[in-house]
């Protein structure tokens, strides 16, 4: 089961992904999970990366393909693999179908949870953080016993700036603007499985499940 998983910030891909890894038992892999290992075992392909990193460039389209498909190439992801945050971009995409294509591989489902903006920013706007000791809440799903106050601590709560709905937004027109195209990439390769993102986490991920074996 070879699958990537798409959707905007705050849609909950990553908590879908984990769910899905887990129920297969294949490997979760985020592209920020293969730079620290490749760098933290000093792999060649590590060494490069970290050149970029160091100088706070961005990692190339193909590098961080070529890392993609190193770890994809290991045994745990003999039974299939979940890619999460990667491919971002129609030319990362486009360069991870031609690395698949020469070790006969390719991507079999490319999830999509769906989510409309303004549920996105409207969720994150509710998200607070203490101040203290970095507990976070939400004001619907996760709120503290006293208003603005850490359960923990006692300390005040706020909205990070990361979540107020201006910046929320600029990061879903990026993500518009970049990964929309994707879907409509992989919607032509006829591998796309779209599901509703807006109902019960649990709920999503049965749908993930009915369309995964279907
Ligand atoms: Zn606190």
């Given at each position: 089961m070879k699958i990537v998983m798409l959707g905007a910030?705050?849609?909950g891909k990553g908590t879908q992904a984990k769910m899905i890894a887990d129920k297969y038992s294949i490997p979760h892999i985020s592209t920020g999970d293969i730079f620290r290992a490749n760098i933290k075992e000093g792999t060649p392909l590590g060494a490069k990366a970290k050149e970029y990193m160091d100088k706070g460039l961005l990692v190339p389209d193909e590098l961080v393909c070529d890392l993609v498909v190193d770890r994809i190439q290991?045994?745990?992801?003999k039974n299939g693999y979940i890619l999460d945050g990667f491919p971002r971009t129609i030319p990362q995409a486009e360069a991870l179908t031609d690395a698949l294509s020469k070790i006969s591989d390719k991507v079999e489902y490319a999830i999509n949870v769906e989510v409309p903006d303004e549920n996105i920013v409207n969720r994150m706007g509710g998200r607070r953080a203490c101040v203290g000791c970095g507990a976070t809440y939400h004001v619907k799903y996760n709120p503290p016993k006293v208003e603005d106050v850490c359960d923990k601590c006692g300390e005040k709560l706020i909205l990070r700036d990361d979540d107020k709905p201006e910046t929320v937004q600029k990061r879903l027109d990026v993500y518009h603007e970049q990964t929309q195209p994707l879907i409509d990439y992989y919607t032509k390769q006829g591998v796309i499985a779209e599901v509703d993102?807006?109902?019960d986490m649990n709920e999503v991920f049965d749908n993930i499940v009915k369309l995964l074996e279907a």
């Open positions: 910030p705050g849609a290991q045994d745990d992801c993102g807006t109902v």
